[in-house]
């Protein structure tokens, strides 16, 4: 029969396993990007240049037809990997040397996020908006288009995995990169858009209150929830949320994505503390605020 210490011991024991998934929990919270990011207002260079950010077209037209509203949801995506590549673009040359590491963790993981959006529209969305209009032939530029910036976007994931040490790192070189495909990558986010946006137009497009209408508005509606979490939880999800500006479009956008305010917040600051480092290189705070990139911080007004 079990004594008086043995009682004692299982109970401490079971105390401490307790207590495990809250000193984790707690951990975490001091690394979130809610305690960690200091947000002041952006007076230099930002996020919104080169690449020139799209003007949503519900916003543009006021119309609400699914093919608009599914190109208003894909511009808002396409914006915040606008902004990250202008994160990128505009911190590159000035990282300090003890930030490397995590300039590099940031990079990769817009390459990710790109790489991730790329496939899945190829292989899901796409086919699935042909079906439903009956026609092979809507995305051929598309198509095209993706093939144009592609190979670029390999060599710059490439450079940044090649690199024997982040001390290695050449802002000047990522920027040489970059040029080869910026051009073709902007143009296909913003022309990507259009052609969505058009789809209203198209002969097949379903009427509203059909079985085809619902089908659409599922499709748009699966596809968009689960594109970006497909990309990784950890890193695309918080570079994604930490990346879209709340304030844009007379802040129109402010509650997109639609989900629950407790799992935003987890999304952000749980799933982001597995990686917080990276995160100050981001365009937004973890409220969507524009924040001051943090490699200019101490670079003179450009």
């Not at 119309?63 to 990250?84: E, Y």
């Not at 052609?195 to 699966?222: D, Q, R, Y």
């Not at 999800?237 to 987890?266: C, H, Q, Y």
């Amino acid at each position: 029969m079990a004594g008086p210490k043995s009682t004692s011991s299982s109970s401490t024991t079971t105390t401490v396993l307790l207590s495990i998934p809250f000193l984790i929990i707690a951990l975490l919270l001091t690394r979130a990007p809610t305690f960690t990011m200091t947000s002041p207002t952006p007076t230099k260079a930002w996020a919104d240049e080169p690449m020139k950010l799209i003007t949503t077209p519900q916003y543009a037209t006021k119309k609400t037809d699914i093919f608009t509203s599914g190109a208003t949801h894909m511009a808002l995506l396409h914006n915040s990997i606008f902004r990250g590549y202008n994160s990128i673009y505009q911190q590159a040359a000035h990282v300090a040397e003890q930030d490397k590491a995590d300039f590099i963790g940031y990079c990769l993981t817009w390459y990710r996020f790109v790489k991730s959006h790329h496939d899945d529209e190829e292989q899901s969305l796409f086919p699935k908006i042909e079906d439903l209009l009956q026609d092979k032939t809507v995305f051929e530029e598309t198509h095209k288009e993706h093939e144009a910036f592609l190979p670029g976007l390999a060599e710059f994931e490439k450079y940044l995995s090649g690199l024997k040490s982040p001390s290695d790192f050449s802002g000047e070189e990522l920027l040489r990169i970059m040029g080869t495909f910026q051009d073709s990558f902007s143009d296909h986010f913003h022309s990507e858009i259009s052609t969505i946006s058009k789809l209203s137009e198209h002969a097949n497009a379903p009427k509203e209150g059909t079985p085809e209408h619902s089908a659409a508005v599922t499709t748009f509606k699966t596809w968009g929830k689960a594109t970006v979490t497909k990309a990784g939880v950890t890193d695309c999800v918080p570079f994604f949320l930490l990346n879209l500006d709340r304030t844009v479009e007379d802040g129109m956008w402010a509650n997109w994505p639609p989900m629950p305010a407790p799992i935003k917040w987890g999304l952000v600051n749980i799933a982001g503390a597995f990686h917080s480092g990276w995160w100050k290189f981001s365009s937004c705070d973890a409220a969507g605020q524009p924040k001051e990139l943090w490699a200019l911080r101490n670079v003179e007004k450009l």
